[in-house]
C-alpha cells in the first residue's frame, strides 16, 4: 500500500521554527521527487518546495525561498520541511507529495501520491 504521512505541524509563533515529516511506504522511495505544498483556508493548494530522487536538487517557491529547507533521507525513506522565520501568512495545511517524474514539478497534476496534511498555524 502506497502512503505517505505527514507529521509536526502545530501551533507556532511569528519568527519561530518547526519542522515537519513526511514518512513513505509501498513505494520506491529514491526514485520519486518528493514535493511539499500548502493550503490555507479559502485558497488553492500552492507549491511550496521540492526535493529530486536523489536528494541533490531542490526548487522553492519564492515565498518561501531563503526561509524554508527541505532534505531527505533515502534509507528511512522520509523527506523533511524545515521552516525558519514563520509568518503568519506561512499558516496552512501542509502536504507531501510523491512524483515519478523529474523536473520543476510545481503543479499538483504532476504528483502522484499525496498525504493527509498537518495543520500549522503561526501566531501573533
Known amino acids: 500500500q502506497v502512503q505517505l504521512v505527514e507529521s509536526g505541524g502545530g501551533l507556532v509563533q511569528a519568527g519561530g521554527s518547526l519542522r515537519l515529516s513526511c514518512a513513505a511506504s509501498?513505494?520506491?522511495?529514491?526514485?520519486?521527487?518528493m514535493g511539499w505544498f500548502r493550503q490555507a483556508p479559502g485558497k488553492e493548494r500552492e507549491f511550496v518546495g521540492l526535493?529530486?530522487?536523489?536528494?541533490?536538487?531542490?526548487d522553492y517557491a519564492d515565498s518561501v525561498k531563503g526561509r524554508f529547507t527541505i532534505s531527505r533521507d533515502n534509507a528511512k525513506k522520509m523527506v523533511y520541511l524545515q521552516m525558519n522565520s514563520l509568518k503568519l501568512e506561512d499558516t496552512a495545511v501542509y502536504y507531501c507529495?510523491?512524483?515519478?517524474?523529474?523536473?520543476?514539478?510545481?503543479?499538483?497534476?504532476?504528483?502522484?501520491?499525496w498525504g493527509q496534511g498537518t495543520q500549522v498555524t503561526v501566531s501573533s
Open positions: 509501498g513505494l520506491p522511495f529514491s526514485s520519486y521527487t
Open positions: 526535493i529530486s530522487g536523489s536528494g541533490d536538487s531542490t
Open positions: 507529495a510523491a512524483s515519478a517524474r523529474d523536473g520543476l514539478l510545481v503543479a499538483t497534476t504532476w504528483y502522484d501520491v
